[in-house]
């Protein structure tokens, strides 16, 4: 018999109604990786678990059961940073799907959590999201196996040089010379190099940057959709414009 999970940091991606008063509630946890509680009675209106089981609430967690879905008993929650701004708010909510939709269940992972803790704080400060969202999302495929270096070829191990134009990957990464498998062309050296020395202000590396992750991430995606992407893309439509961060 598996022994009960005590204390866990966590933090809520999902929760669902679970037959009539329960909910079942995806976490991203610190030791763990991504798990799914069902927390009994949290959906009634007298149980206090409605209003703590909110995503980007930091929480200290409580579980037992052997099987994928465990059974919540007793949730702490701690003080952690607020998003109040709606493009903070639609930020984490894409992040959280992205999170809950391509994590592998049970598969720990402390840097992502700890670049995820990162990220919230970064969010609940900030009012320019994109420069946020793109280093979560390279940190974020790097721990999954797709790490690559923005001014580094993988076909011809070469330095980008600024007045090359380049290939993109999501298996390989950066590339030199065309290949069938390349999802991007046209990649400006010059902005591949300021990538790789932290530029995200300029208006060139932001578009190359979010060229590059979004590919990056529609294939870890593999077909599957996002609706938080079309939460954030209406409230920018109706606010900002054709502005798309994600």
């Known amino acids: 018999m598996s022994r009960p999970v005590q204390q866990e940091p966590a933090y809520v991606l999902h929760r669902r109604p679970y037959r ?7 976490l991203f946890t610190l030791n763990a990786g991504r798990v799914t509680v069902i927390a009994r009675g949290a959906n009634s209106a007298r149980s206090p678990l409605k209003a ?5 609430q930091p929480l200290l967690l409580d579980w037992t059961g052997r099987s994928d879905l465990k059974t919540l008993t007793q949730t702490d929650v701690r003080p952690g940073p607020s998003l109040t701004k709606t493009l903070a708010l639609y930020s984490g909510l894409y992040i959280n799907e992205l999170l809950q939709r391509t994590l592998p269940l049970a598969d720990p992972n402390p840097r992502l959590f700890a670049a995820y803790i990162q990220l919230l704080e970064d969010l609940s400060r900030v009012s320019d999201v994109e420069p946020v969202l793109r280093r979560f999302e390279k940190a974020f495929a790097g721990e999954l196996g797709y790490s690559f270096a923005w001014d580094q070829t993988t076909d011809t191990n ?3 040089v600024n007045h090359g134009q380049y ?3 999501p298996q390989q990464g950066i590339l030199a010379l065309p ?3 390349a999802r991007l062309q ?3 050296g010059e902005a591949l190099r300021a990538l790789a020395a932290g530029d995200l202000e300029s208006v060139e590396c932001r ?3 979010k060229r590059v992750t979004r590919v990056l991430v529609d294939f870890l995606l593999q077909g599957r959709e996002l609706n938080s992407r079309r939460l954030f ?3 920018l439509s109706s606010s900002q414009g054709d502005r798309n961060d994600l």
Not at 20 to 26: G, K
């Open 20 to 26: 009539e008063t329960s909910l079942m509630v995806d």
């Open 52 to 56: 703590q089981l909110q995503p980007f």
């Open 158 to 160: 070469e330095e980008v």
């Open 167 to 169: 290939y993109y990957d």
């Open 179 to 181: 290949s069938e498998t």
């Open 186 to 188: 046209g990649l400006s």
């Open 207 to 209: 578009r190359v940057a």
């Open 233 to 235: 893309s209406s409230h």
